[in-house]
């Protein structure tokens, strides 16, 4: 049979497959030797608060660095854990880490909510809802304080079944935002059935803004229905003061973004969060 597929080629190591590929599967085998090398952490990136400047929350960004790849983004590899089902494996240690985080931040009188990042294979395990009761109560975290974002893609699939899940999640007080809003295919009919609590807008809207009609208009339409809705918005990617002001204005509730911080080590997070807020923050913040 090797015989058959020709002279030289064995294995993987087939001259002519491609180097994508190639890389693609290196970069797998690499992955799934990772957390057990201590090569993965965890980050945490603050969600303000826009009208006061406080920090409210934060999400939980997975972090690979590899001797041999250097700083791996999660762009690249989360599709691929993705595809391999690793993600699960992958997403329920993000969890772990995440939620004995946020227990500490509690501890230390700085109960701020912590939002994890949820690919649609593993809220699709059966064992999903347990597993996070249990960590919950394991690191005596209240649910109110952990939240899940969830793709749009996620309440396409087995519909039922799904709505049935983020009923009971709800039901014990997690919140549950959607992310990427705005990117996906979904149709707007499951804001009015689902028990979302949160919208964040998608960055690709945000990064035109002032200047873009399209994005002005898209970003303060999702707005205004989070309000009428009674579904907080937060804006993904803010950069700029401008962006800041413009979002202020169209009485955005809460951003992520550089202009306040990227995903910071845990230590780090921990020093900001226990910084006095500058005494500019509000002054920066109203005046558009
Ligand atoms: P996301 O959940 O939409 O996360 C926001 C992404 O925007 C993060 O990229 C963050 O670093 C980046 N970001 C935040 N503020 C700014 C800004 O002001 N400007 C710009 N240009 N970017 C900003 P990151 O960490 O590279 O993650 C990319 C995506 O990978 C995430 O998008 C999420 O879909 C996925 N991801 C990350 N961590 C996890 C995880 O633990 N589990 C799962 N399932 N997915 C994850
Ligand atoms: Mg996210
Ligand atoms: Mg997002
Ligand atoms: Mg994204």
Redesign the pocket.
């Known amino acids: 049979r090797v015989k058959e597929r020709g002279r030289g080629s064995y294995g993987f190591y087939q001259p002519q497959m491609n180097a994508n590929l190639l890389s693609r599967m290196q970069m797998e085998h690499a992955m799934r030797q990772a957390l057990g090398l201590d090569r993965m952490a965890?980050?945490y990136?603050p969600q303000v608060n826009m009208a006061t400047g406080r920090i409210t929350g934060a999400?939980?960004?997975?972090?690979w660095t590899d001797p041999e790849f250097g700083a791996v983004?999660?762009?690249q590899f989360?599709p691929l854990?993705?595809e391999s089902g690793y993600?699960v494996t992958?997403?329920a240690w993000?969890?772990e880490q995440?939620v004995r985080e946020a227990a500490v931040w509690m501890h230390s009188g700085m109960p701020i909510m912590i939002s994890?990042?949820?690919?649609a294979l593993?809220f699709r395990q059966p064992d999903f809802v347990d597993r996070i009761t249990r960590l919950l109560a394991v690191h005596q975290l209240p649910p109110t304080l952990l939240e899940l974002?969830l793709?749009e893609t996620i309440l396409l699939q087995d519909a039922q079944e799904m709505e049935q899940r983020l009923r009971v999640l709800a039901g014990l007080g997690i919140g549950l935002a959607i992310?990427?809003f705005g990117t996906g295919y979904s149709s707007l009919a499951y804001l009015k059935k689902l028990p979302i609590h949160k919208l964040?807008i998608?960055?690709s809207f945000?990064?035109g803004l002032p200047d873009d009609d399209g994005d002005r208009a898209i970003v303060s339409a999702i707005i205004s229905m989070g309000r009428a809705m009674h579904i907080e918005v937060v804006a993904?990617?803010?950069?700029t003061e401008t962006q800041q002001a413009v979002l202020l204005q169209m009485q955005c509730d809460h951003y992520?973004?550089?202009?306040c911080a990227?995903?910071l080590p845990a230590q780090e997070f921990r020093a900001m969060l226990a910084r006095p807020l500058p005494l500019n923050a509000r002054g920066r913040r109203s005046s558009v």
Do not use: Y
Not at 116 to 119: D, G, H
Not at 236 to 239: A, I, Y
């Open positions: 965890v980050h990136q999400e939980a960004l997975i972090r983004s999660p762009g989360i854990a993705e993600i992958l997403g993000v969890m995440a994890v990042n949820v690919s593993e974002e793709t992310d990427d964040k998608d960055q945000v990064r993904e990617g803010v950069e992520q973004g550089f202009l990227p995903g």
